[in-house]
């Protein structure tokens, strides 16, 4: 990441708990979507062109796919080029 591409940088609560409502065994996808999801529309940025970090999904996988976290604060940099990554403060 060069320091001169960056637009903002913003600090994120994402509530996961619209995750939970779907099956056990996938709550860890749809996490991660609804976390994309999020994103997308606090940013204004396309859901293709947000990039998450692996520490992120890390957090999100942490224990299990089952057992999610109910939020996660995350820190966004969105980039001139219209991309946005997804990073742990």
């Known amino acids: ?8 940088e913003i600090i994120l609560n994402v509530p996961l708990r619209k995750a ?30 947000i990039w998450i970090d692996t520490t992120v999904n890390n957090r999100i996988w942490e224990k299990g796919k089952t057992k999610i976290p109910s939020k996660l604060t995350v820190k ?13 403060p």
């Open 1 to 8: 990441m060069v320091e001169t591409e960056v637009q903002n």
């Open 20 to 49: 939970k409502l779907s099956s056990r065994s996938r709550r860890a996808d749809s996490a991660v979507n609804v976390l994309k999801t999020f994103v997308s529309k606090n940013t204004k940025t396309e859901m293709s062109k």
């Open 76 to 88: 966004v940099v969105k980039l001139q080029d219209g991309t946005a990554e997804v990073l742990l």
